[in-house]
């Protein structure tokens, strides 16, 4: 008798977990058109070089970008928004230098790297030179001479590349 009791709770949970289920799916689908509302955003820079972001076409002659598809704000969202659009344009500039500054730092770093990689590439062939110097066998000299023009192709390489890095704006 226990089983049966057991299985009918059973089955009245699975329903109670079922019809919840449904009710959440029903909301759920009954808010999501809310959710899905959206308008196409243009971007572009006019000619004073202002940054507009807008939902009206551009005036003819500018090269704007379009963003299809940004949901609509909600209430809430609107609420806290500010009402001009001056905060965001500087936003969007210290963001575009806080880019640009890093992508220098990064640069910087590589050139530091490459100055040290190619002054140790120096010490190395230094270093080998006195090995030919003191070495008995032509074996010895000829594996000593190969590492010193591995070397010197390792330096002009990266000195190469130092040079197309300096020369970047």
Do not use: W
């Not at 329903?15 to 009954?30: D, H, K």
């Not at 030919?132 to 010197?152: D, G, M, P, T």
Request: charged share 30%; glycine share 2%.
């Amino acid at each position: 008798m226990s089983k049966a009791l057991n299985a009918h709770a059973a089955a009245r949970s699975f329903v109670s977990y079922a019809a919840a289920s449904a009710f959440f799916i029903i909301i759920l689908a009954a808010s999501f058109p809310q959710c899905v509302q959206a308008k196409t955003l243009y971007r572009y820079v006019d000619k004073d070089g202002t940054v507009i972001l807008t939902d009206q076409e551009p005036p003819q002659g500018t090269s704007a970008q379009r963003r299809e598809s940004i949901p609509e704000p909600t209430e809430d969202q609107k609420s806290d928004a500010p009402d001009d659009t001056a905060a965001t344009i500087q936003k969007e500039g210290t963001e575009q230098k806080e880019k640009a500054d890093a992508k220098n730092a990064e640069k910087q770093e590589k050139i530091k790297t490459l100055i040290n990689e190619i002054e140790a590439a120096k010490s190395d062939i230094k270093r080998y030179e006195v090995q030919r110097n003191i070495a008995v066998s032509n074996v010895r000299k000829n594996y000593v001479k190969s590492q010193i023009e591995q070397k010197l192709k390792e330096i002009a390489e990266k000195e190469e590349e130092l040079q197309v890095l300096q020369e970047e704006p």
